[in-house]
């Protein structure tokens, strides 16, 4: 019995040891990298704070504040690829295509103090097309 507490307490200490060491290498989201053909510039959370927020609704009904994705883009002088894929501090990606970029939005939010970004498409019926904590959009074009 006392072994199975110690391993426990270890497992404990471990995960505890791991959860910190994982908050340490994760991005803070102040603002977002934009790759195209290898080249990454990034966009401060102060640059994103001057594009105008437009208010939106879902196919769903819910209703939304946040920057156009095709503005965004805009602002880092990108067009709108035929395909591009974003990714999220938690290893998470998601691609999406030239349609579906045009309709997309960025949205903030918070949660237990931290803030992030959301890639929200209102027409996507199911609400399956989602991505939160958003730190990267990565864009190849071929030249």
Known sequence: MKKIIIALIILIAALIALSYY???ISPETDGLEIELNGKIDNISG??????KLDSFTTARGDDFSGWKLSNILN???IEIPKELTLF????????INDEE???AYIVTGSKNGE????LIIPTDE??????KYITKISIIKAD
């Open 22 to 24: 994982w908050q340490s």
């Open 46 to 51: 102060k640059a994103l704070s001057q594009l």
């Open 75 to 77: 602002l880092a002088k």
């Open 88 to 95: 999220s501090k938690d290893g998470g990606s998601l691609k």
């Open 101 to 103: 970029a045009k309709v």
């Open 115 to 118: 803030n992030y970004f959301r």
């Open 126 to 131: 199911f609400g399956q097309r989602w991505l």
